[in-house]
């Protein structure tokens, strides 16, 4: 690792030590001399801390000084999971700390072991939203992320008699030790009350008179780049109570209810939605959303005012990025601070907007976009109706001049949805008004340019670009996996892939050595047991080492299929207990492994995960079956979680019916760790396979001009017998819960099985089986474990960061000197 840095603290291990022992006694606080491991981490905590606001703030005012183009990305979701060994590692201070706590009585991994996760977000996008914080602080790039401090984050799920139940994630409750609260940075945030028009000097102006006003506080979090000095910033808004504002309601005479009302206020920043696929147009999300953007929006056009006297290059100073539809009110709260606030023109703000705003969407079905009723709005922000309606009109006009009056394509092209309710569409919106639209990988795009959003792409080809996911390999290997990181560096000679991955390829050369075949296995069995031990602890389930531990970890959905993969299980326990005694010797063992959350309101998938606890309460204590076969269900599947299982996974699962997968990054992290792909032709794993070559994965399932033409077909398609026969099985009772899991058989049932997991099952198991033979042969299966890690270089978030800066934003990086 790199060497120290200069700045105020020292960083050696007796004066870390020193202010370790510093925080537990003023700032924990509890006696120097008797702390526990929890306390310890606080401590340690606080000494990063001290050490990430040095570099933060030289990097600010390096910025400032610069005055570069900068990029503000804006999620409502970010996925953070724990910051200690992160942080630490990418200072470079990893060694020093570990020696530090030990001379003190502790272990740097038990420490770091304390902390709860920052669980500020769903799946994948808001994972994939962390990891392009940590690559661009890494390569430099002058970048600020933004979003919403959220009380209680993604909920705990606890499983119960096999069912999922959710409970409270206040994440918060032990203090945050890595924010920084900005008392003194806080904006007012409106909502509802009247829109009123004045003629000032002959030009129309709009005054909005709120009916409702809330504060939003900023809370910084430091985001070290690695390999550099580079600090940048994510700063997340909490709602308070408005200071000056509601003072009146108190000269009503109603003390108690005044202060409660107040109060309320706070209720919009804390809970996480907890869903990732459907919008419901609740008020309560539409306030979150734009009380976001709104703090976020003014914040920004203050710092560019602070240095700037007129707007006239905003546009080539600052890049906004909207993560998915959720942030782009944006749009039209820029509109309003610029025309009535800054007292601009329409035209001019108009060219702002398009030129700052870019969209990347991380869905691929049309029903799963974000609507709003045009009524929830109008009383929400009545000044924002005005000025969507009005881009709407502008756009209108501008369409048919360019195609006619086809009224069909421009009432669906329309940012407004007529009908007996009247709703707006957010995707259109962020169409419309950013220069680019953004796919999460090259199949997405296909599907956004011939489905979802076939007309715009008609009409501004240009305006279309893919941009394939990355994850970090910062915190996907070198946190996750010392010992393969180790590995890594020492075949490659070089600590350099760290930061540039491409490096990775290096180990081609090397996949058949028989001395690195050897250590790779040694570290792959030391991670598989470090699995092992916490599957007994979470689930009692003792599993063998010498199985090969199949994994498939993330979000419970139906074009998931984790269905498939529970009846492919069901099939291998048929299979086991129908064979002769001596056959039984030929049967690879497997430990399957299944972890992620439901929804809460998802009935289907919460049956999936019943399903999985029952059919492994039979196969796991059947004494036929013994270590042949085990199912194990992960509960309360998390980033530190994935940092546990992922390393020790020999193989990963992803399913997705072909076209249903934006990108995937899950996919990635696997690759990234030696662990064989067992997957369909969809989303990123198209790339990883020109990438890894498809004889080094497991592909299998109908790809997707296929699913088009047997959906066309209405899906006659007849299923497998063994498909019948599993199937058969559950809806027979075998597992129990006969009438619990009739409905999710039915899902799967000839005509109805849109995902086609009867389709896909026959070549589903083909896959699996060529999965067995290879895992017999431990050479031919390590060298595939060796090439996957050696591919997996284009699919870091680096990779991601640095197309995006140079083909979306526009930015450069500006490198703090030392
Ligand atoms: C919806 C309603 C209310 C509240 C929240 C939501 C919502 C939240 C997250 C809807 C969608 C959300 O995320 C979608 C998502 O995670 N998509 C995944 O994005 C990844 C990163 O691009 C891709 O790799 C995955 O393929 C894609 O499914």
Known sequence: MFGLMNGFLKNDPYSLQKDILDHVEFTVPRS??????????????????????????????????????????????????????????????????AEALSQLGFDFEVVAEQEADAALGNGGLARFSACQMDSLATLDYPAWGYGLRYQYGLFRQVIIDGYQHEQPDYWLNFGNPWEIERVHVSYAVKFHGTVEEKTIDGEVRHDWVPGEMVEAVAYDNPIPGYGTRNTINLRLWAAKPSGEYDMESF???????????????????????????????????????????????????????????????????????????????????????????????????????CDVFSF??????????????????????????????????????????????????????????????????????????????????????????????????ELWPE?????????????????????????????????????????????????????????????????????????????GVTVSLDAMFDVQIKRIHEYKR???????????????????????????????????????????????????????????????????????????????????????????????TAGHEPSGTGNMKFLMNGCLLLATQDGSTIEIAEELGVDNMFSFGAKLHEVAALREKGLAVKAPLQFARVIRMVRDGYFGHKDYFKSLCETVDGSNDFYLLGHDFASYLEAQAAADKAFVDKEKWTRMSILSTAASGRFSSDRTIQEYAEHTWGIEPCRCPF
């Not at 610069?66 to 060994?85: A, H, Q």
């Not at 259109?428 to 959003?453: D, M, P, Q, Y």
């Not at 999985?612 to 796991?620: F, G, L, P, R, T």
């Open 32 to 97: 120097r001399f008797s702390f526990d491991d929890f306390e310890a981490y606080q401590a340690c905590a606080h000494t990063v801390k001290d050490r990430l606001i040095e570099r933060w703030h030289d990097t600010q005012m390096y910025f400032k000084r610069k005055d570069p183009k900068r990029l503000y990305f804006l999620s409502l979701e970010f996925l953070m999971g724990r910051s200690l060994s992160n942080s630490v590692i990418n200072m470079g201070f990893q060694d020093q700390y």
């Open 251 to 353: 000269n009503t005479g109603d003390y108690i209810n005044s202060v409660v009302n107040r109060q309320n206020a706070e209720t919009i920043s804390n809970v996480l939605y907890p869903d990732d696929r459907s919008h419901q147009g609740k008020e309560l999300r539409l306030k979150q959303q734009y009380f976001f953007v709104s703090a976020s929006l003014q914040d920004i056009v203050r710092r560019f005012k602070d240095s700037h006297p007129n707007f006239e290059n905003f546009s080539e100073k600052i890049a906004l990025q909207l993560n998915d539809t959720h942030p782009s009110l944006a749009i039209a709260e820029l509109m309003r601070i610029l025309i009535d606030e800054e007292h601009l023109k329409w035209n001019t703000v108009w060219k702002i907007v």
């Open 463 to 539: 305006k279309f670009q893919y941009k394939t996911n990355g994850a970090t390999q910062r915190r996907w290997i070198v946190v996750s996996n010392p010992n393969l990181c180790a590995l890594i560096s020492r075949w490659l000679g070089t600590e350099s892939w760290i930061h540039n991955v491409d490096l990775l390829t290096g180990l081609r050369e090397h996949a058949a050595d028989a001395s690195l075949q050897q250590d790779w296995q040694k570290v792959r069995r030391m991670n598989k047991m470090r699995l092992a031990e916490y599957i007994e602890a979470t689930s």
């Open 562 to 656: 984790q269905l498939l993969n529970l009846l492919g299980v069901i099939h291998r326990y048929d299979c086991i207990k129908n064979m002769e005694k001596g056959d039984k010797r030929r049967v690879v063992p497997r430990v399957c492994i299944i972890g992620g959350k439901a929804a809460p309101g998802y009935e289907v998938a919460k049956k999936i995960i019943k399903l999985c606890h029952a059919v492994a309460e039979k196969i796991n204590n059947d004494p036929d079956v013994g270590d042949l076969l085990k199912l194990v269900f992960i509960p309360d599947y998390n980033v530190s979680v994935a940092e546990l299982v992922i390393p020790g996974a020999d193989l990963s699962q992803h399913l997705s």
């Open 360 to 457: 990347t969407t991380h869905t691929v079905s049309p029903e799963s976009l974000e609507k709003i009723p045009v009524d929830l709005l109008g009383s929400l922000l009545p000044r924002h109706l005005q000025i969507l309606y009005d881009i709407n009109f502008k756009f209108m006009e501008d369409l048919k001049k360019k195609i006619g009056l086809d009224y069909d394509r421009l009432a669906r092209m329309s940012i407004i949805k007529e009908g007996a309710v009247k709703q707006i569409r957010v995707a259109n919106l962020s169409i419309v008004c950013s220069h680019t639209v953004i796919g999460v990988s090259r199949a997405h795009l296909e599907l956004l340019k011939t489905r979802v959003f076939k007309d715009f792409y």
